[in-house]
T-cell receptor, first 113, second 112 residues
């Protein structure tokens, strides 16, 4: 199974943009890139996902490198509520692993007022 | 909308006891799954179900049983609790496996 690598932690100031990187150099052609986040004492929350093209939704943007070996989750204006652990996950659509999310340790995002 | 509801929120068991963690979703989702999260770790998949009557094992299934008699409910049974099963348990659901998953708030289980 393809794996992802994320920094252990990142810090940001409130109302500034945050770029959370993820490396997935062994990604296969049918792997979707998913991002979830987990606020303290809560279950994970879906943020965004994509395959090849950049994606935007109300929560964030996902920028995917042309070779798909890395991606970046972009929070355009961080708020204190965005402080969480962010997980970058690959899911092989149609494969035997799809839907069975593999969570690594994620990136702990700290947002300073 | 209730979403994914897990009960109980907290539970303390003694070694060897059995119990059932409940998970219910009101979104008519086909796909449901159970994860456990140990302190400082990511989530690990225990069991999953692609529809009523169909279940399969995930990464760490030993010591746990599941059944899916209805679309709405996916209970997780601990057969004989062990201290190594002390963890936070999360249930998740989605319409299809490849679609975004909705997680419950978790059950915090301590086994003495």
């Amino acid at each position: 199974d393809a794996k992802t690598t994320q920094p252990n932690s990142m810090e940001s100031n409130e109302e500034e943009p945050v770029h959370l990187p993820c490396n997935h150099s062994t990604i296969s052609g049918t792997d979707y890139i998913h991002w979830y986040r987990q606020l303290p004492s809560q279950g994970p929350e879906y943020v965004i996902h994509g395959l090849t093209s950049n994606v935007n939704n109300r929560m964030a943007s996902l920028a995917i490198a042309e070779d798909r070996k890395s991606s970046t989750l972009i929070l355009h204006r961080a708020t204190l509520r965005d402080a969480a652990v962010y997980y970058c996950i690959l899911d092989n659509a149609g494969g035997t692993s799809y839907g069975k999310l593999t969570f690594g340790q994620g990136t702990i995002l700290t947002v300073h007022p | 909308n209730a979403g994914v509801t897990q009960t109980p929120k907290f539970q303390v068991l003694k070694t060897g006891q059995s119990m059932t963690l409940q998970c219910a979703q009101d979104m008519n989702h086909e796909y449901m799954s159970w994860y456990r999260q140990d302190p400082g770790m990511g989530l690990r998949l225990i069991h999953y179900s692609v529809g009523a009557g169909i279940t399969d094992q995930g990464e760490v299934p030993n010591g746990y049983n599941v059944s899916r008699s209805t679309t709405e409910d996916f209970p997780l049974r601990l057969l004989s609790a062990a201290p190594s099963q002390t963890s936070v348990y999360f249930c998740a659901s989605s319409q299809k496996p490849w679609q975004p998953q909705h997680f419950g708030d978790g059950t915090r289980l301590s086994i003495l």
